[in-house]
């Protein structure tokens, strides 16, 4: 684009949501077995392995605002079954923690378990701002 045109995006950051088998078993336990058949094949989630979960955020603060959210999806989650009638604790244990694996980043990086999916971010955008504000003048 020319100069005062749209400048084009950048993806810092690429996560993809990782179950763990702590965590699959977790909702498995409370909700039932998810699968779907395609092609005569019946598919399931699977777990991935501990080691590649890069990412861990702790939502137990906001779990019952994620359970909401699903309860929303009434179309893919039957609000009749089991899970929707789970104790507090079931549904803390489920919607509490959330697992990534941290495919791309152009921020930040190693091997150091990540609890924040926005680290690094903060800091790119401000001297991003720096350097435009510098250009400009």
């Known amino acids: ?34 699968t779907s058949t395609v092609d005569g094949v019946v598919r399931g989630a699977a777990p991935w392995p501990d080691w590649t979960i890069t990412s861990h955020v702790d939502s137990r603060p906001w779990w019952r605002v994620v359970w909401r959210a699903v309860r929303c999806h009434t179309s893919q989650v039957d609000a009749s079954n089991d899970l929707a009638r789970s104790s507090e604790a079931v549904h803390e244990s489920v919607w509490g923690s959330q697992e990534y694996y941290r495919a791309l980043s152009l921020v930040n990086g190693g091997r150091e378990l990540e609890t924040d999916l926005f680290a690094g971010l903060r800091d790119a955008r401000r001297k991003a701002g720096s350097a435009e504000r510098a250009l400009a003048a």
Do not use: T
């Open 1 to 34: 684009m020319g100069r005062g045109g749209p400048r084009p995006h950048r993806v810092s950051k690429l996560y993809y949501l990782a179950w763990s088998g702590r965590a699959l078993d977790a909702f498995e336990s409370a909700y039932k077995k998810v």
